[in-house]
């Protein structure tokens, strides 16, 4: 089975930290994908990674950034949280960008900024 | 531009009965269809997926869904609903060729009931 592993399930934070969120997947997937999940809103998407050290924006990029130094590893920072960042984080990756493919995600990290 | 809609935030349905949740879909060429699953403060689990072939496509947990292109629709079934199934279900849309562009609808919340 696919494992994408988020490590911190809930964080509370205070406005102006930078905080990291860090994911992890044991499959030797290409692609990773960091999602901000919002009631009535569904899953939007903040940065996607296709390689080491190569990433693009999503659709709400703003505020966030990104680092992949290992094929593993997919960490998204915000350099400077507020509390419009309270949210749910969700990680996920896929094998190659080929559209049929299957992405898989992780169980989620609660983000609380006071 | 591609999207998805999920008409109905929430349904209800007594266990044993069957059950929908609705999926419309809009995208420009060949559309590459997915149905997740979210259990409380869980990530997203992949239930099924179309991508080409029969219309009729079977799933995890006794799920199928059934890809109708006049209709743009995928909505997801259950013959008999149990009040396991009780979730956060999504519904998500990409096109061949569309990479990492997969698009999810805001979610509809099922509640199976004794």
């Known amino acids: 089975d696919v494992k994408v592993t988020q490590s911190s399930r809930y964080l509370v934070k205070r406005t102006g930290e930078k905080v990291f969120l860090e994911c992890v997947q044991d499959?030797?997937?290409?692609?990773m994908f960091w999602y901000r999940q919002d009631p009535g809103l569904g899953l939007r998407l903040i940065y996607f990674s296709y390689d080491v050290k190569m990433k693009e924006k999503g659709d709400i990029p703003e505020g966030y950034s990104v680092s992949r130094e290992k094929k593993e590893r997919f960490s998204l920072i915000l350099e400077s949280a507020s509390t419009n960042q309270t949210s749910m984080y969700l990680c996920?990756?896929?094998?190659?960008?080929?559209?049929?493919?299957?992405?898989?995600f992780g169980e989620g990290s609660w983000l609380t900024v006071v | 531009a591609q999207s998805v809609a999920q008409p109905e935030d929430q349904v209800n349905v007594a266990e044993g009965n069957p059950l929908t949740v609705k999926c419309t879909y809009s995208v420009s060429g060949n559309p590459y269809l997915f149905w997740y699953v979210q259990y409380p403060n869980r990530g997203l689990q992949f239930l099924l997926k179309y991508i080409t072939g029969d219309n009729l496509v079977k799933g995890s947990y006794g799920f199928e869904a059934e890809f109708n292109k006049s209709q743009t629709s995928f909505h997801l079934k259950k013959p008999s609903a149990l009040v396991s199934d009780s979730a956060l279900y999504f519904c998500a849309v990409t096109f061949t060729g569309g990479g990492n562009k997969l698009t999810f609808g805001t979610g509809t919340q099922l509640k199976v009931e004794l």
């Open positions: 996920a990756s896929r094998s190659t960008a080929l559209s049929g493919n299957t992405i898989y």
């Open positions: 499959m030797d997937h290409e692609n």
